[in-house]
């Protein structure tokens, strides 16, 4: 089409780019309680895509296409599992090391304004160590983010835990909105635009080609993997049904406020391009995110009203708080488990792993969890008693 001067490492970037997907909308719509399973998928797989991408992109970065042979692709998958562990051991370390500061030193404990002072902190330093090593910040921030609340939380008092909810809503409905101002403000970049007005045919084709090759791109691994799947569930209730798969395609076609970020970090010189193709490709992106946006996520309520009807009640202002907070993932019986009546499976044998691998995986994490890390790091059952330490409250209230 005579964009301009691409090359491949564009046309590369461009996939890691617009690997970036934007579920929001699906999750304000889907019902946790009525569609557990759904709502897992599409939150899981959301969470996780961002960081993927953007690490992604920086192994792209670093790729040599000029020379291309064997030893530069394994030398790509190295690199790219080499920011994806180790931004998941730091976000990992850091929240370990929170858990066992507030469990453990008197510094960090009886007191509201250090515990939520230490967890956020701890958090935000997990994200600045993560940039300074050049790895993914945001990756790191997750894992952190997930050790936290399955040790640090329950190691604080119950007033902190109520702040930290709340601080950390408050937050990220900020940072949300700011995210969104951020990318109406560069739909209105005037210089990016002045440069591929003078070809508006073609920068409308290469939006529609991009946006097109978005819902291919989707469609082209959500049927064939929800197949593979089906395969190797037994009972009907663990399929993922059509209609399931259609709510997933759909949710994964949304770009948000990362593609635009990747787009200008590669299109950009300080946020500024007089190249022609460059130009293209940053309006490109801001068109395809502001279409999908708005045209999908107005239509994803209605959509979704009409393959899943059960889960299209109204969704309240203030969201719900993740069940994970309350109910840690692949805690022991008497955590989690013993609240929703959840059976666990015990295996007794390599065929047990091999037929049922995510029960007897989760069998093993929870005998490692409650011998070696609980009692260590704290959580749920595992704190000591003490003035003022969260299990004083369970204590009188037992009493």
Not at 173 to 185: P, S, W
Not at 308 to 322: H, I, R
């Amino acid at each position: 089409m005579n964009i301009g001067a691409l090359d491949v490492g564009d046309f590369l970037a461009i996939g890691a780019i617009f690997s970036a997907t934007d579920s929001v909308c699906t999750l304000q719509v889907l019902n946790q309680d009525e569609t557990p399973f759904l709502y897992s998928l599409v939150f899981g797989e959301g969470v996780v895509n961002d960081a993927t991408s953007i690490v992604l992109f920086n192994a792209l970065q670093n790729l040599d296409l000029d020379h291309i042979d064997a030893g530069v692709v394994l030398k790509f998958l190295g690199n790219f599992f080499y920011l994806f562990l180790s931004s998941t051991f730091l976000g990992v370390f850091a929240g370990l090391l929170s858990a066992y500061i507030i469990k453990k030193l008197y510094i960090g404990r009886h007191s509201t304004d250090r515990e939520v002072a230490l967890m956020m902190l701890m958090a935000y330093l997990s994200y600045m160590l993560a940039e300074l090593l050049d790895l993914s910040g945001i990756l790191t921030v997750f894992f952190c983010g997930i050790v936290m609340s399955h040790y640090t939380w329950h190691n604080v008092t119950e007033s902190s835990r109520v702040t930290t909810k709340h601080a950390f809503a408050t937050l990220s409905f900020i940072a949300e909105t700011f995210l969104f101002l951020y990318v109406g403000m560069d739909a209105l970049d005037i210089e990016k635009w002045e440069f591929a007005s003078d070809s508006p045919g073609k920068s409308i084709g290469v939006s529609s080609i991009l946006l097109g090759l978005v819902l291919v791109g989707r469609a082209a691994f959500v049927f064939p993997l929800s197949f593979l799947s089906n395969l190797t569930k037994k009972a009907p209730y663990e399929k993922i049904t059509w209609r399931q798969q259609i709510v997933i395609w759909w949710a994964g076609l949304m770009r948000g406020a990362v593609s635009i970020a990747l787009a200008y970090n590669k299109f950009t010189r300080s946020g500024h391009t007089q190249l022609h193709g460059n130009a293209i490709m940053i309006t490109s992106t801001i068109t395809v995110v502001l279409f999908s946006t708005m045209v999908f996520g107005m239509m994803t309520k209605p959509l979704i009203r009409l393959l899943l009807p059960a889960s299209s009640n109204p969704v309240t202002s203030e969201p719900s708080s993740p069940k994970s907070l309350h109910s840690p993932l692949l805690t022991s019986l008497q955590g989690s488990d013993l609240e929703t009546g959840a059976h666990i499976v015990r295996p007794s044998s390599l065929r047990m792993l091999l037929t049922k691998p995510t029960h007897t995986v989760h069998y093993y994490w929870r005998k490692f969890d409650d011998a070696l890390m609980r009692p260590m790091f704290g959580g749920r059952g595992f704190v000591p008693f003490s003035p003022g330490s969260p299990t004083e409250q369970s204590v009188h209230g037992g009493q």
